[in-house]
């Protein structure tokens, strides 16, 4: 397939917009540069909007971006019965989650662990998010490059160094402020282009909306019986419901680049804000991002035709590309590294937080007295984000990308039964350290076992999520002797006061 080229005046609006996401780092510098509570935090002073935004924006990756119009052009609607998951967990969070958050003033989500169970588990459940954040910045650099570039004459690797290269820098300038107002920007932009490319879309068809209904009609492309059937568990859309469920519960209850959102805002009444904020944003998801593959599925049926042999993990960037008015196309692009900047300065961020708050301040303090941790947390961004970039580099030389997919996977595999002991250390007061982390290991071990089955990504989160829960509690129970007071740190105990291991 011949590739197209990307115009000058693409680069150019493509470029005004990394510059500006630049200026917003910058703007921010002085004010993240005062001491880590800014940095990491800043200091409650983002407003619940602004946060819910800025939540939703780092839970939508350029992958998303891409994947799920994809899976509607492909097939239907069946999986975006997922995105209700996170209206369903919000009163949970509100009510059981966020309260232990903001009473213990954590920095990251990490630190309850330490509290409810011991500073090994806090330790590496924070490794564990480190890990897998390194190689997932590599991930939401490298896919979308390698897709765009797939249609376009664009240099992936010039590309990759731009704009994971620019991101890195507003994020080591402006801290979590600078993350958040980025994101907030990165947010609109990406859902105008995906607004651009279902009403362009709509509008270049043949016959325009009354053709899109009648293909979704005669092909079933919204929601069919065939996703009821439990034979097919792949789209059996109880376990989607399910399945995004459990991973929802670890993305907002034991994954750092969210839940240090909830201390960015005043009060906990703002917190809870920012989550409703985010939960309808989450809906606005559905129509935009399903429709739009809905929408390029009768488009190529209709008014024109895809390539042979064509890779439809890059229809929407092809669309973009080759039907689009040039600026405007730019624009759109622009929207799709925006999706994957907003994951990566959160992510890098992040890891800066658990590296110097969970390692640093937490071990280390008495031998790094005289260090300046929002210098530490700078170098510690800078480190992280060449990494990955490097990684994405050298994936898009065409090396090793099964093998650091298989890395992904191993890393990515600990994090919905870490969810499992955040829920069971909040909901029964006699599980203990011991008991959590056998199950653990034990839980990481049959989620293997299920992924191996090759039977559903989902079922491998519902089976992750509820053998960490059980286990820990079960094997809790054979070890009493290890049971401490949990007091203040229970459902059960949630308004009474706790008082800090020292």
Request: charged content about 10%.
């Amino acid at each position: 397939m011949s590739k197209v080229g990307f115009g000058a005046l693409n680069w150019i609006v493509l470029g005004a917009y990394l510059l500006a996401m630049l200026g917003v780092g910058a703007y921010f510098t002085r004010k993240a540069s005062k001491n880590t509570d800014s940095f990491f935090k800043a200091e409650g002073h983002i407003p619940a909007w602004a946060a819910g935004f800025s939540i939703y924006a780092t839970t939508l990756s350029a992958i998303t971006f891409m994947s799920t119009p994809e899976q509607a052009f492909l097939s239907d609607w069946a999986y975006a019965i997922g995105s209700f998951s996170i209206l369903i967990i919000i009163p949970i969070l509100i009510k059981f989650y966020i309260p232990f958050f903001r009473k213990l003033k954590v920095t990251t989500a990490y630190e309850y662990l330490e509290e409810r169970f011991s500073p090994v588990m806090r330790a590496i459940s924070s490794l564990l998010f480190v890990l897998y954040h390194i190689s997932r910045v590599a991930i939401v650099i490298y896919l979308p490059i390698i897709a765009i570039t797939s249609v376009s004459n664009i240099n992936p690797i010039l590309i990759a160094i731009v704009v994971g290269g620019l991101c890195i820098l507003y994020t080591f300038l402006g801290g979590i402020e600078g993350v958040i107002w980025s994101d907030v920007i990165q947010g609109f932009l990406l859902l105008g282009s995906a607004l651009l490319i279902c009403v362009l879309g709509i509008f270049y068809i043949k016959g325009g909306f009354g053709t899109i209904v009648n293909d979704v009609v005669t092909n079933h492309k919204f929601i069919s019986g065939n996703d009821f059937n439990i034979g097919d568990l792949s789209k059996f859309v109880p376990l989607i419901l399910a399945g995004q469920i459990f991973n929802s519960l670890y993305q907002y209850t034991g994954s750092q680049d969210v839940v240090q959102r909830y201390q960015t805002t005043a009060t906990i009444k703002d917190t809870n804000k920012s989550m409703y904020t985010n939960g309808w944003l989450a809906l606005i998801t559905i129509p935009l991002f399903f429709g739009m593959g809905t929408i390029l599925y009768s488009f190529y049926q209709h008014s024109a035709s895809l390539p042979a042999g064509f890779n439809t993990s890059a229809v929407v960037p092809y669309f973009v590309i080759t039907q689009m008015p040039a600026g405007v196309a730019g624009l759109v692009i622009a929207g799709i590294f925006a999706a994957a900047q907003s994951t990566i300065a959160s992510s890098l961020n992040a890891i800066s937080s658990c590296v110097i708050t969970d390692f640093k301040q937490r071990f280390f303090n008495d031998k790094f007295k005289n260090s300046n941790d929002v210098t530490l947390a700078r170098g510690i961004i800078i480190l992280a984000g060449l990494l990955g970039l490097a990684v994405a580099i050298y994936l898009l030389m065409g090396n090793a990308s099964q093998i650091w997919n298989l890395f992904l996977s191993v890393t990515g595999i600990f994090g919905v039964p870490i969810a499992g002991i955040f829920a069971v250390g909040i909901f029964t007061k006699r599980a203990n350290t011991v008991g959590v982390l056998t199950g653990l290991v034990l839980s990481v071990g049959l989620s293997f076992w299920v992924q191996a089955m090759n039977i559903s990504s989902l079922l491998v989160a519902c089976v992750a999520f509820v053998s960490s829960f059980i286990l820990s509690y079960v094997i809790s129970l054979l070890f009493p002797s290890h049971n401490h007071d949990v007091t203040g740190l229970t459902v059960s105990t949630i308004n009474e006061a706790y008082t800090k291991k020292q």
